[in-house]
């Protein structure tokens, strides 16, 4: 079922995650310098977008169900067996911060975020690994 969507998602998803490592480059100063920041952060933002429309894709592929809100799409994702538990409510709790993000931008915290850099980052990559692997 891997079609041109999912690749596209998946690589947009690749995409904004080597950016946001090249850009902070293990150096939490980096969130001292507004522009990294608002690099690091536009793409967290896009990655969960890409990761909500490739979640959104699958669950209308493959007829799971109608999510009334895109965390509900992960949950579907791992109620089939695409991802697991705890990828899915990584990947909600970055939807969460993706929110905030969008919505109260000066409200972000500085420690959540160097958090979500420095050891969460990869859930995208484990997210993306999980549904090229059980959907491709």
């Known amino acids: 079922m891997t079609n041109d969507v999912i690749l596209d998602k998946v690589s947009i998803i690749e995409r ?9 480059d293990n150096d939490p100063a980096s969130l001292d310098d507004f522009t990294k920041l608002d690099s690091i952060t536009l793409n967290i933002q896009r990655a969960c977008e890409a990761a ?34 705890s990828t899915a409510a990584r990947m909600k709790a970055m939807v969460g911060f993706r929110n905030i993000a969008v919505h109260s931008y000066q409200d972000i915290d500085h420690d959540i975020l160097k958090k979500i850099v420095n050891d969460h980052i990869d859930d995208f990559k484990t997210f993306t690994r999980q549904v090229l692997h059980n959907v491709g």
């Open 16 to 24: 904004c995650v080597r950016r946001i490592e090249e850009v902070y």
């Open 52 to 85: 909500i429309d490739l979640s959104m894709h699958i669950v209308a592929e493959k007829k799971l169900g109608l999510p009334q809100k895109s965390r509900e799409a992960f949950d579907l994702l791992q109620d089939t067996g695409v991802i697991s538990g």
